[in-house]
C-alpha cells in the first residue's frame, strides 16, 4: 500500500496546477487543451469516486435482465463480464424483444439507470432537464 | 502545409485564375486544420492595369487528404457556388484551385468576417439583442437552401437515397453501418434508439438539397444576425426536415435553454421555414430527425475518439471527446420517452 498522497489527492494537485497556472497563461489552442486535459482529470477523479457503486449497480441491474450469474472475484473480470452482459442484452434489443411489454419497461429503466450514473460522471451537468 | 508555403504558391495560382497580376498575398493564417481539411484566412490584393487595387479578404480551403465517403475540393466548390447563386447567404465562392497550385486541391471563397463560436451567441451581452430573432433567421435561410435547384451537376454528384428509399430510411441504414463498424463498446442506449426510429420511420416528403450539417457553430453570425452558412461538405440530397432536426439537437444549444442553438424556440423555426416558402412542417417528422441526430452525433463522436483508441494520436482532445457519447445516450433516452 503506498502512502500519502493518495491517487485521487496527486491527481486533484495536476488538476489545480493546470486550472489555475496553465490555462490563465496560454491562449488558443493550447488553452483549450489545457482545459481539456483539467477536465479529463475531474472526470478521472470523479470514476475513482463512483466507479466501484456504479459497476455494482450495473452488475445488479443486469442480473434483473438476463438471470442471475456468479460474481466476477476481481474488478477486472467484472468489468469483462460486464461488457459480456452488455453484448447480450444489446442483442436481445435488436432482435425486438425490448419493443414493448414489461421486460422492456425494465430495460428502459435499467438503461437509464446506468447511464445516469456513467453521465455524472464524465459530465454531471449534463443531468439538468433539457429545454422542451 | 506551412504558412509560408501559402504565401509562396498562392500568388501564382491566383495571377492564373483571377487573371490578374501580380497579386500579393498577405496575412496569412490558419483558421482550422484537421486532417482533412485546411482551412486559411488570406488577404490578396490585385493590381491590374484598368482597375482599381483592391484587398480581397479571402479563406483559402486546402483538401489535404480525402475522409471516406467525403466531398472533393471540386464538388463543394459547386455546391457553395449553387447555394451561393440561390440566394442562400454563404461565402461567395472565388476560384477553385488544381492539386497542382496548392499540392492538394483547394479552392477560394470570400471570407465573411463575425463570430461562429455557438457559446458566445448564448452568453455575450453583445448578441443579446439578435437571440430571439436567430431561430426565425435559421429557418428562412434553411428554406433558402432546400430551394436550392439541383442542376444535372449537382445531381451527378451529391448523394441521394436510392430510388423509392426514403431519406430517412436511407440516413437510418447508413449511420448503422457506421455505428456497427466504429464502436469498441456494447452501448445498449444506441440499440434502444435504432430501433425507435426503425419502428418510427417517416416518409419523406419531396427531396431536397439538404445541407447536412446545419447548426449554430457552423454559421458566422453578427449583432445584426446570421451572415453565412459554412461547412457544405455535407451536403446531400435527401429529407429537407433533416437539417430542421440537426439544428435542435441539444449539443449545439452550448448551454443555452432552448431548443434551437440555445436561443430559439421551434415554433419560430417552423412559422418562419414556412413564411419562407419551405414546405409544410409536420413537427413529429422534425422530432424523428432530432432523435436521429442526436444518435447521429453520438455515434460521431465515437468516431472522432477512435483515432486515439487505435494509437493513431495520442492527443487528449480525441481521448476526451469518447466520453461525449454518453450524453447523446442520455439525451436520446429523454426525447424517445417524451414519445
Known sequence: MQDHPTVAQLLDAVRRYLEEEIVPNTDGRRQFLARVSANTLQIVLRELEAEEEHLEREWAGLERLLGPMARPATRAELRAALRARNEELCRRIRAGEADGGEWSRRVWEHVRTVVRDKISVTNPGFLAPASP | ?339
Open chain 2, 1 to 339: 502545409m506551412r504558412a509560408e508555403e501559402v504565401e509562396a504558391r498562392l500568388p501564382e495560382a491566383l495571377a492564373r485564375v483571377l487573371g490578374a497580376s501580380p497579386v500579393a498575398v498577405t496575412n496569412v493564417r490558419q483558421m482550422t486544420g484537421g486532417a482533412v481539411h485546411e482551412t486559411w484566412a488570406v488577404d490578396v490584393t490585385t493590381q491590374d492595369v484598368g482597375r482599381p487595387a483592391g484587398a480581397q479578404r479571402l479563406v483559402l480551403r486546402v483538401f489535404v487528404a480525402t475522409a471516406p465517403g467525403g466531398m472533393s475540393a471540386e464538388h463543394e466548390f459547386s455546391v457553395l457556388r449553387a447555394a451561393f447563386d440561390a440566394g442562400v447567404p454563404a461565402p461567395r465562392p472565388v476560384a477553385l484551385l488544381g492539386s497542382a497550385d496548392m499540392g492538394a486541391p483547394s479552392f477560394l471563397m470570400e471570407r465573411v468576417d463575425g463570430e461562429t463560436i455557438g457559446r458566445r451567441l448564448v452568453k455575450d451581452a453583445l448578441y443579446a439583442a439578435v437571440r430571439p430573432r436567430v431561430a426565425d433567421q435559421l429557418g428562412r435561410i434553411a428554406a433558402a437552401i432546400h430551394g436550392v435547384p439541383l442542376s444535372a451537376e449537382l445531381r451527378a454528384f451529391l448523394s441521394a437515397p436510392p430510388e423509392g428509399a426514403s431519406g430517412a430510411e436511407w440516413e437510418l441504414r447508413r449511420i448503422e453501418g457506421i455505428y456497427r463498424d466504429v464502436t469498441r463498446d456494447p452501448h445498449p442506449a444506441f440499440e434502444l434508439a435504432l430501433r425507435w426510429l426503425r419502428e418510427r420511420l417517416v416518409p419523406s416528403g419531396p427531396h431536397t438539397l439538404v445541407h447536412g450539417d446545419y447548426r449554430v457553430g457552423n454559421v458566422v453570425y453578427g449583432p445584426e444576425g446570421v451572415r453565412a452558412v459554412l461547412d457544405w461538405e455535407g451536403a446531400h440530397i435527401g429529407d429537407p426536415m433533416e437539417d430542421l432536426g440537426w439544428v435542435c439537437v441539444r449539443s449545439w444549444r452550448f448551454g443555452g435553454g432552448l431548443p434551437v442553438g440555445g436561443v430559439g424556440k421551434r415554433e419560430e423555426l417552423f412559422a418562419a421555414y414556412e413564411a419562407a416558402g419551405g414546405a409544410p412542417v409536420d413537427p413529429r417528422r422534425v422530432r424523428w430527425w432530432e432523435v436521429f441526430g442526436n444518435l447521429r452525433w453520438g455515434i460521431i463522436t465515437l468516431g472522432l475518439a477512435a483515432p486515439f483508441l487505435r494509437g493513431h494520436t495520442h492527443d487528449v482532445e480525441p481521448a476526451a471527446i469518447g466520453r461525449r457519447a454518453v450524453e447523446t445516450e442520455w439525451e436520446l433516452l429523454e426525447l424517445m420517452e417524451a414519445g
